[in-house]
């Protein structure tokens, strides 16, 4: 079982909608929690990230974790075509390495 | 602002060549991780450097070696390919020193990557 979980199906949303998406973890040591942003054939794009439970907001983003539940979320709000990329959860441990979820690949239908 | 730059961004090679990744951090960053991503799944780490020692190991095969220079860059060097070391290598850096705070060591920064075929 990846440590990670993250629910690879792909979504497809109307332009202006809010799209959600979630990741569980399993692993308590888990200290930082982030969402990086991929675009075909290129390096993730750090998006937001945050350590501790409750809501972060930047923007049209908001990343949610609950670490009681273990479970982590990126609402993005408004969406725009230029969203549609796939969205990565990551979270730090040991000596900061990173431990991904599969991604989840986002379209916004204009 | 300057990103991690990373080449060759493309390298075809036949199996059982030796390739070499170069990784160059963002300025005053001195600690870089590489991780591989094979089509279709999540990067995974493979080795991370500070300060030009190894400061941690996942699940990187002994066919390949990687190392830190003074410079900070770090070159990621694979021997024997395999068809199945055909994958997206990425490269991060990070703030690592010590007394830096805990949220610049935590935030790391992905190069565009190399995209590594071996036929």
């Known amino acids: 079982q990846k440590e990670v979980e993250q629910d690879p199906g792909p979504l497809s949303v109307p332009e202006g909608a809010i799209v959600s998406l979630n990741c569980t973890y399993s692993n308590s040591a888990f200290q930082y929690f982030m969402w990086y942003r991929q675009y075909s054939r290129k390096g993730p794009e750090l998006l937001m990230y945050?350590?501790?439970?409750g809501n972060k907001e930047d923007g049209r983003f908001t990343a949610q974790v609950d670490k009681s539940s273990k479970y982590i979320s990126l609402f993005i709000r408004d969406s725009q075509p230029s969203d549609s990329a796939t969205y990565l959860c990551a979270m730090t441990y040991g000596n900061n390495r990173l431990a991904f979820g599969k991604g989840n690949q986002v379209v916004v239908i204009p | 602002a300057a990103g991690v730059i990373q080449s060759p961004r493309h390298l075809i090679k036949e199996k059982r060549e030796t390739a070499t990744l170069k990784c160059y951090p963002i300025p005053r960053h001195d600690t870089v991780y590489w991780y591989q991503q094979g089509p279709g799944q999540d990067p995974q780490f493979l080795i991370s450097?500070?300060?030009?020692?190894?400061?941690d190991k996942g699940s990187i095969p002994d066919r390949f070696s990687a190392q830190q220079f003074s410079d900070y860059h770090s070159e990621l060097n694979m021997s024997s390919l395999e068809l199945g070391d055909s994958a997206l290598y990425f490269c991060a850096s990070s703030k690592g020193l010590a007394g830096a705070p805990t949220e610049a060591k935590n935030i790391q920064y992905f190069g565009a990557g190399t995209r590594l075929s071996v036929l």
């Open positions: 450097f500070y300060e030009k020692m190894q400061s």
């Open positions: 945050t350590y501790s439970s």
